[in-house]
Every structure is written in C-alpha cells, then in structure tokens.
C-alpha cells in the first residue's frame, strides 16, 4: 500500500528540501518508486538537487494547478540524473521558476483541493510505494491539505528558540488533523551540543519521537544543494542518520 509522507518546517532553512530529497533517493535505493513533490509553489527549490534546469524542465505543478496538463505530465522522472544505479525510480514534480508564474500564485491563489486529487492520481498512475511532499513553511491551506492527508509527517527543526515556539504550534496542529505517524527531525546542530540532551528536551517538550539529531556539517553546506548528499557522501555520519530517518518511516 503506498504511502504519503509530508516534510515540513514551521520557519524556512531549516533543510526541509534537502531532507526530503534524500529520503526519497534512500527510499528509491532501496527499489522503491517514489514520487516527489514540490509544493512550495512560491519559493520551489527542490528540482535543483536532482540536477533538473528550470529552464528546460516542461510541465510543472503550476501547470495541472491552472488546468495545462495531467498531473502525471508534470512528473519527470530524474531517476537517470542521479548518476548512479539506482533499483527504484524518482519522479519529480516541481513547480514553476517563472516569476510570471510565482506571481500568479502570490495575487491569485489556485484551487487546493486538486492538489488532493492530483496526488491520489499520480500515485496510481506510476504505480508509486511512496509520495513525498515538500511542504510551504508556515501554514497555510496547503500546508494543512498535505499534512491532513499525510499517513506520515516529518517536522524539521533546528535548536533554535523560534523553531521551538513555531514546531508546538505545528505538532498541535497535526495532532488535530489526526496524522498517524508524527516524528521530528532536528537539524544543523551545532557540534558543542549535548545531542541526547537535546533529543531528550524536544522529546519532553512535544511529547513526540524524534527520528534523528543531525549535526551541522561543513560539507553539506559546501554542497550547497548542487546534488544528493547521501549519494555524494555515502560513508558520511549525517548519511548513516538519514537511513536511520527512511528505515523508521517504512515501519
């Protein structure tokens, strides 16, 4: 049975997209057919770590949103980007880069609730075991939409007094809206932290697992988004703490 996991962080540059990116190549990986999709339609990002030119990148979300295509032409399988073997599939749905478009969402909105029917069709258009959604930060009908539908949500973190405040209020949130899985994921930790201390305190305050504590790293910021950090570092520490994050969420 598939399943849709939501990825989302109540304050941006938290790793949101770069979280979500290798979690779905770790799942793919693993021969599963993953679908990803960049619902953050007024700042999308997420096509720049698999390798995908704005420019060329033909049907977006935006474009199933306003009524341009199917959804399923808006799904661009990257599998073949990652350059490496890989036993599963991606498919990237991104959203538009052109500042034409991303000003019509802004003044004009779009219709949320085919977002709903757009996932549950892609899902069994390409026969996906996992769709992931890269979320808006904040929240906002979208936002809601995803995570209400969502069998899982991943909310992202950093040890930071206003994540602290922002993530209750999202984890209430996905409380009421009855997610089954609920899990945090703490990021760019500084190294002089106590990281059990830490997961200990997030875990008391929320009362919520948390699947991992990820140290800041140099050489995720050296990357800076140009590819997979999972596939470029596979020996790595924080590589070893995202399947760690993909093995829990197949549970």
């Known amino acids: 049975m598939s399943k849709i996991i939501s990825v989302h962080s109540f304050r941006g540059g938290t790793g949101k997209s770069n979280t979500t990116a290798n979690i779905a190549t770790l799942l793919a990986m693993s021969g599963q057919r993953v679908g990803v999709v ?76 085919l977002l709903n029917d757009g996932f549950n069709k892609v899902i069994d258009d390409l026969n996906l075991d996992t769709l992931m959604i890269d979320t808006h930060p904040g929240l906002n009908e979208e936002t809601l939409l995803s995570i209400a539908i969502s069998d899982a949500l991943v909310i992202i973190m950093r040890p930071d007094s206003q994540d602290y405040q922002g993530t209750s209020v999202t984890v209430d949130v996905a409380r009421k809206l009855g997610v089954p899985r609920l899990l945090l994921l703490i990021n760019k930790v500084p190294a002089v932290y106590d990281t059990a201390a830490t997961r200990a305190q997030a875990e008391k305050i929320y009362a919520c697992e948390v699947a991992a504590v990820l140290p800041h790293s140099d050489d995720m910021m050296v990357l800076a988004s140009s590819g997979i950090f999972v596939l470029r570092f596979p020996d790595h520490p924080v590589t070893a703490l995202y399947k760690q994050v993909a093995a829990q969420l197949m549970v």
């Open 38 to 113: 960049d619902t953050d339609i007024s700042s999308p990002g997420i096509h720049v770590l698999f390798g995908v030119n704005a420019d060329g990148m033909g049907f977006t979300l935006n474009d199933y949103l306003w009524g341009k295509c199917d959804i399923d032409q808006a799904a661009h399988d990257v599998t073949a980007q990652l350059g490496q073997a890989i036993k599963g599939k991606i498919y990237l749905i991104p959203s538009s880069m052109k500042p034409g478009e991303i000003s019509r969402v802004l003044k004009e909105g779009y219709d949320v609730g």
